[in-house]
């Protein structure tokens, strides 16, 4: 018999000297199981001592006249088991834990001086504002669902969100850390609650609204932002190409900006691209590069050493200005329609936009890189810009000294 263990007799005798007492009494039955024994209820009850998860826990047994001392102390063995054997198994971690530690994972697959880090976090701050505190394998479609339908965010916000979180608890799978995935379907199908607004695309307006809806708003905006948002409209290059466009992707002696494939993003074509400079959009850089030459890192558009101007720099005072008739993607739309109009092939016109539509076949076997017909074709572009500048930006473009 171990150390403190107590008969059922001697318990008996101990209960009955208890109860002529007047205050609560606590007998040790051994092995962490007691009677607690109150005079003024005469109630008499079994409580066992349970140390798990670095805690002390206290349980209520039963009634002394209703459970014997043996079963009574078989129940708290069960108990300690049952603690020992749930403090053994791994914690199934919350998703404030999880989400911070996959983000980690995630960025490190990002291009320096992307801003996609920045919008992961603003999403995962949307959900954690409602799932915080939850662990990963209490997520489910209904929790979600009602949590999120509740947000006061926009339907792409929602959407986007939960895409995140969808994928932050396909990592948790492939981990082993869920059994399933609960969310692969809740975005899919008509029925999803959480569909992106519809729209009718890109916003965009015709080429001859570009000096009264473009320029002339964005007039009053620094000298760097206006540099970026005429380099934008002579190129047609996307927004996160051309923040992160680089002095070393610049060949003016060939007249050539080139975009390594590993600069292009996911997606986009995977061999480096070539865009031959219009006469405007040489003298812009040439003059750009002038005003900048005492820089000492690589971005065009730099806000330290190598470190590129952060996207809200560009965004903010566009959105401020402007009408909400043309966005940044449209104006590749503006661009291409524009082309069209003036009867530019198909096929030239698409590579002004970096879009190859040949088919495969014809790739394989046609190695013509149009180069100089783009080129001609941003020309004329790059002509027709020119004559709808306000001074603020056709200076931009003015032949200065050149210095490369």
């Known amino acids: ?68 001392l043996s079963k009574a102390r078989e129940i708290l063995s069960d108990l300690v088991k049952d603690k020992e054997n749930k403090k053994s198994e791994p914690t199934t971690p919350l998703i404030d834990d999880f989400i911070w530690e996959w983000y980690g994972e995630k960025i490190k697959t990002y291009k320096a001086g992307s801003s996609r880090p920045k919008n992961l976090r603003s999403l995962i701050k949307i959900i954690l504002n409602t799932l915080a505190g939850i662990r990963l394998d209490e997520i489910n479609a209904k929790i979600v669902c009602t949590n999120f339908s509740a947000m006061n965010q926009t339907a792409n916000n929602k959407h986007n969100a939960i895409n995140i979180l969808q994928m932050c608890l396909q990592n948790a799978y492939l981990k082993g850390i869920i059994p399933f995935n609960p969310l692969t379907d809740i975005l899919k199908g008509s029925e999803s609650p959480f569909k992106r607004a519809t729209s009718n695309g890109f916003k965009w307006v015709d080429a001859t609204e570009i000096k009264d809806k473009y320029f002339i708003p964005l007039s009053s905006t620094s ?54 400079m219009s006469i405007q959009i040489e003298r812009l850089l040439l003059n750009w590069h002038k005003i900048t030459s005492k820089s000492t890192g690589d971005f065009i558009f730099e806000s330290s050493p190598n470190r590129a101007i952060c996207e809200g720099s560009f965004r903010e005072p566009f959105k401020a200005l402007t009408t909400n008739e043309l966005d940044f993607h449209g104006i590749r739309k503006v661009i291409r329609t524009w082309l069209t109009s003036k009867g530019v092939e198909v096929n030239i016109a698409e590579l002004t936009l970096q879009h190859d539509v040949r088919s495969k076949l014809e790739k394989t076997y046609n190695k013509y890189s149009f180069t100089e017909e783009v080129r001609l074709a941003l020309q004329m572009w790059g002509d027709y810009v020119a004559s709808q500048l306000p001074p603020e930006f056709l200076s931009l473009i003015k032949v200065k000294e050149e210095s490369k």
């Open 223 to 276: 000298l760097t932002n206006r540099v970026f948002y005429l380099l934008i409209m002579l190129t047609g290059f996307r927004f996160g190409e051309t923040r992160l466009l680089k002095w070393s992707y610049i060949d003016f002696d060939k007249k050539l900006i080139v975009i390594p494939a590993d600069a292009q993003g996911a997606n986009k074509t995977q061999v480096d691209y070539y865009k031959p």
């Open 1 to 68: 018999m171990k150390k403190n263990y107590i008969t059922a007799i001697a318990l008996k005798n101990a209960i009955s000297k208890a109860l002529s007492e007047t205050k609560v009494k606590k007998i040790n039955c051994g092995n962490n199981l007691y009677v607690r024994v109150n005079p003024t209820s005469s109630i008499c009850t079994y409580i066992g001592r349970i140390y798990a998860n670095s805690k002390d826990t206290t349980v209520t047994i039963g009634h002394y006249h209703d459970i014997s």
